[in-house]
C-alpha cells in the first residue's frame, strides 16, 4: 500500500487561499514520489481554490476532535501529515502523533512553540535559529526563500522568463490580490487605474473573487481589461506581464521565481514583514499601507511602469 500525505489547511473569501495554494505546491513533490494525496479541509476550501479537486477532498465534519478524525483517514497507514493552518498548536501536533510518522508544519512567523519533526518557514531573510526554542531538538527547520513552496509549473518557466525580461517599459500589468482578494484592493483601484494609467493593459487575477462590483468597467474596457479565472492559467499570465500589482502573499515567490517586479501594499502587520525584505532586494516596491488613496495608488503604479 502505498504511502499516504495528508494536507490540513483551509481557504475561504475570508481568509484567502494562499495556504491552499503553497500546500499545493508541496503535494506535486510528493505526487512524484509515488505518495498518495488527501486534503482535509474546511467545507469552503473547494470552491475558493478548486485547483484542490485534483487530488481527494475530504470535509472536516463539524464538532470533531481533529485528530481522531485525521486518524480515520489515515487507517493505519504509514502517513505523513502535513499542517498549515495559523491556529493550531502543539497539543493539536502531539495528538496527531498516534497515527502519523512524520509531522511537517508550515508556519509564517517564529512566535509560537511547535511539536513537528519538519518546520517550513519560507520568509525572505527568516533563520533557522529563529525557532530554536519553539520546536523539538531533532526537528528539521527549512528557512528563508530557498525553501519558498512554488509549483512546477512556475519552475517549468524560468528560463524562458529570463530570456524574456528587459528594460522596457511595462505595458502588460497583472492585478493579483489573491484568490478571493479579502482587502477588496481590486474595487478600489481598478477605476482609478483606468482613469489615471491610460496607457497600460490589465489582467486581472480573480480567482475565485466575484467581480459584480467591477464587472461594468471590464466590458467597457475589455480591450484594455482581461480576467483570468483558472489557476492554470497563472503561470503563462505571470510570464507574459511586465509588472505585477498584489500582495507579498503566497503569489509573491511565483512572481519571483518568473522574474516579474511587483508594486505592493500592506493591508496589515501580518504582511508587513515579508513585504519590506522584498522592496529591500529590488524585487518590489511599496506603495501603500493600510487604507490607502486609490488616485494616488494609480498615479504611482503608472509612474513605476513607465520607468
Given amino acids: 500500500m502505498r504511502s499516504l500525505a495528508i494536507f490540513r489547511c483551509n481557504a475561504s473569501l475570508e481568509i484567502g487561499a494562499g495556504h491552499a495554494a503553497r500546500c499545493l505546491a508541496l503535494a506535486d513533490a510528493f505526487v512524484e514520489s ?9 467545507r469552503d476550501a473547494p470552491e475558493t481554490f478548486p485547483a484542490l479537486k485534483k487530488h481527494r477532498i475530504e470535509v472536516v465534519p463539524s464538532g470533531a476532535s481533529e485528530p481522531e478524525w485525521l486518524a480515520t483517514l489515515a ?36 512566535d509560537a512553540p ?22 523539538p531538538a531533532n526537528c528539521k527547520v527549512l528557512t528563508g526563500a530557498q525553501y519558498a513552496l512554488v509549483g512546477k509549473s512556475f519552475l517549468s518557466l524560468r528560463e524562458e ?43 486581472i487575477a480573480a480567482g475565485s473573487r466575484p467581480l459584480d462590483d467591477v464587472q461594468e468597467l471590464c466590458e467597457k474596457y475589455a480591450d484594455r481589461i482581461s480576467v483570468l479565472r483558472k489557476v492554470e492559467d497563472m503561470p503563462r499570465a505571470v510570464l507574459e506581464a511586465d509588472l505585477a500589482v498584489g500582495l507579498a502573499g503566497a503569489s509573491a515567490w511565483e512572481r519571483c521565481v518568473l522574474g516579474l517586479p511587483a508594486a505592493l501594499f500592506v493591508p496589515s502587520d501580518y504582511y508587513r514583514l515579508a513585504t519590506e525584505r522584498l522592496a529591500a532586494t529590488g524585487a518590489a516596491t511599496i506603495i501603500g499601507e493600510g487604507s490607502f488613496d486609490a488616485t494616488e495608488a494609480a498615479r504611482k503604479i503608472a509612474s513605476l511602469a513607465a520607468n
Fill in 161 to 203: 522568463a529570463g530570456k524574456r525580461r528587459d528594460a522596457n517599459l511595462a505595458k502588460n500589468v497583472l492585478l493579483a490580490f489573491g484568490a478571493t482578494d479579502p482587502f477588496n484592493y481590486l474595487g478600489r483601484l481598478l477605476p482609478a487605474l483606468i482613469e489615471h494609467a491610460s496607457g497600460l493593459r490589465f489582467t
Fill in 34 to 42: 509515488g505518495t498518495e494525496i488527501l486534503f482535509a479541509t474546511n
Fill in 75 to 110: 487507517q493505519g497507514r504509514n502517513t505523513t501529515l502535513i499542517l498549515d493552518l495559523r491556529e493550531h498548536g502543539t497539543a493539536y501536533e502531539t495528538a496527531c502523533r498516534k497515527f502519523t510518522s512524520r509531522i511537517v508544519t508550515i508556519a509564517d512567523f517564529p
Fill in 114 to 135: 511547535h511539536d513537528c519533526d519538519v518546520l517550513i518557514d519560507q520568509t525572505i531573510g527568516r533563520e533557522a535559529q529563529e525557532f530554536t526554542s519553539l520546536v
